[in-house]
């Protein structure tokens, strides 16, 4: 499923990094520590985090996720959406905890 | 290791600016991915880059990365101006980490950077002088 379709049907909010939106999204990853997401992400994962901070987006482009969702109602910095969108990289808010978001992304279809 | 040079690029990274922290790694992905090397082995070098950048820059004064690509292998090194690590098979452990709870909040010591810096590396060396400074030579063989 492309991000495009998915942002549509799960209701979040973007804030950056439209000219991602064709990405295509495999599976999910749920990491806070970045060192872990580094090691664990697999590419095309839709990463929840909530962490918001610039160097998400360092993270989320060195292991080519799809796209990020910070949760939690947790709101990105300005910093984080220049530099996302910059380097492409769709970001999402949403007041929904890691769970609620992840049996969201399960009842579409993502795995 | 072959004396032949294919790319070789030096970063300076500074203490404690995480707003730029990623950019050199960034930059050695995107070398690396337009030498046409493997997707893995990018992937590995973007971690073990992304993990000793943010290392220098959570645990040093500064220091500077250095990316050596060889027809055969990739040599990713960092050389720092201290302060040097007191125990380094401590700081080899998975989950040990000195990092400050500013670093901490951010998502970072987690105490899995050297580790995950080694699993990703054919060859590993560290050499540290508590006081001093630390080196670091990690190298991907290619094919």
Same mark, same amino acid.
């Given at each position: 499923m492309k991000v495009s379709e998915m942002l549509v049907r799960a209701e979040l909010k973007q804030v950056a990094g439209e000219s991602g939106n064709g990405n295509e999204i495999q599976g999910v990853y749920i990491g806070d520590l970045l060192s872990l997401v580094m090691s664990r992400a697999l590419e095309g994962n839709l990463w929840i985090t909530i962490q918001a901070h610039e160097n998400i987006v360092a993270v989320a482009?060195?292991?080519?996720?799809?796209?990020? %969702?910070?949760?939690?109602? #947790?709101? %990105? @910095?300005?910093? $984080?959406?220049?530099?996302?969108?910059?380097?492409?990289?769709?970001?999402?808010?949403?007041?929904?905890?890691?769970?609620?978001?992840?049996? $969201?992304?399960? @009842?579409?279809?993502?795995? | 290791m072959t004396e032949e040079i294919v790319a070789s690029f030096d970063y300076q990274i500074e203490k404690d600016d995480f707003k730029i922290a990623?950019?050199?790694?960034?930059?050695?992905?995107?070398?690396?991915?337009?030498?046409?090397?493997?997707?893995?082995?990018?992937?590995r070098a973007s971690i073990i880059a992304?993990?000793? @950048?943010?290392?220098?820059?959570?645990? $040093? %004064?500064?220091?500077?990365?250095?990316?050596?690509?060889?027809?055969?292998?990739?040599v990713i090194s960092t050389e720092d101006?201290?302060?040097?690590? @007191?125990?380094?098979?401590?700081?080899?452990t998975e989950g040990y980490s000195t990092a400050n709870d500013t670093a901490r909040e951010m998502g970072f010591g987690a105490g899995m950077g050297l580790p995950n810096i080694r699993r990703c590396s054919d060859e590993f060396s560290i050499r540290s002088t508590f006081g001093t400074g630390t080196w670091?030579?990690?190298? #991907?063989h290619v094919g």
């Open positions: 482009s060195l292991v080519d996720v799809s796209a990020i %969702v910070v949760a939690e109602g #947790i709101h %990105v @910095e300005v910093d $984080t959406i220049a530099k996302a969108n910059e380097l492409d990289i769709p970001i999402f808010e949403s007041k929904a905890s890691a769970f609620e978001l992840s049996k $969201t992304m399960i @009842e579409l279809g993502i795995q | 990623g950019s050199a790694s960034s930059h050695i992905k995107k070398i690396l991915k337009q030498l046409g090397l493997p997707n893995p082995l990018v992937r992304y993990e000793l @950048e943010i290392n220098l820059v959570i645990h $040093t %004064v500064g220091g500077a990365m250095h990316l050596e690509v060889h027809p055969n292998c990739v101006m201290g302060p040097g690590i @007191e125990d380094v098979d401590q700081a080899m670091i030579r990690s190298e #991907i």
